[in-house]
């Protein structure tokens, strides 16, 4: 629904102004809907190439002073787009700030499984040490890490086949925290990402506002 000069004309009053500004800065208050990160981008793309018409029918409508009215309707309409921009990346950023801190947990839940069952290596170790079951335990002891650790201690022949699935399960455990962190960090990218759209957006709404004030000016002028 396009936006009229009377509706435009009247919100440009130093309260609506303030309100516009708080509205820049922390947002609509419209509710993150359930749409996921992919179709939140995919709309963002298609407002995208909306302002891109826009932008072209400005510039085309501008130099012609015969079209002030369809150059005005236009600037409205680049305002609800580049607002439904705005708005969609503050989906993003919550989408995306919800998804990092769903993954954190994934991983803290993770890292207690893996800390237990390092614990119950160190156990193991040591029940083979004080039987004297492996002369080249030190190996082990002298380890540099945990996956050197693993497979220092696969190389013992006095291993269990219980023990066995202990680092089986430690081994699968830690890839499974390295794959979240690569998601982590992409997240983290994008967000990055998200966050400097944001504020170009804002800066674009702000101008174009201003242009709308000073168009709805300017036919008040005409009119007096």
């Avoid at 705005?86 to 993003?92: G, V």
């Avoid at 499974?176 to 997240?187: H, P, Q, T």
Wanted: hydrophobic content about 40%; charged content about 30%.
């Amino acid at each position: 629904m396009q936006l009229s000069e009377r509706k435009l004309n009247g919100f440009w009053k130093p309260a609506a102004a303030v309100m516009l500004t708080l509205a820049l800065l922390f947002g609509t208050g419209m509710s993150v809907s359930a749409e996921s990160l992919l179709e939140l981008q995919e709309r963002q793309v298609a407002l995208e190439e909306q302002k891109e018409d826009n932008d072209a029918k400005l510039e085309k409508l501008k130099e012609d002073t015969a079209q002030k009215k369809g150059y005005r309707d236009t600037l409205y309409q680049q305002i609800e787009t580049v607002q439904s921009q705005l708005d969609l990346y503050r989906q993003q950023i919550d989408r995306l700030n919800k998804q990092i801190a769903e993954a954190e947990d994934a991983i803290a839940e993770k890292q207690a499984g893996i800390d237990k069952n390092v614990e119950l290596l160190r156990e193991r170790v040591k029940a083979i040490y004080m039987s004297g079951q492996s002369p080249a335990i030190e190996i082990v002891l002298s380890s540099k890490n945990i996956m050197d650790y693993a497979d220092r201690l696969e190389m013992l022949k006095s291993i269990s086949a219980s023990d066995q699935e202990l680092i089986n399960s430690l081994k699968e455990q830690m890839s499974s925290v390295e794959d979240e962190l690569v998601l982590i960090n992409s997240d983290k990218s994008e967000l990055n990402k998200s966050k400097k759209a944001l504020e170009r957006k804002s800066a674009e709404l702000n101008a174009l506002y201003e242009e709308a004030q000073q168009l709805v000016a300017e036919a008040e002028n005409e009119e007096a």
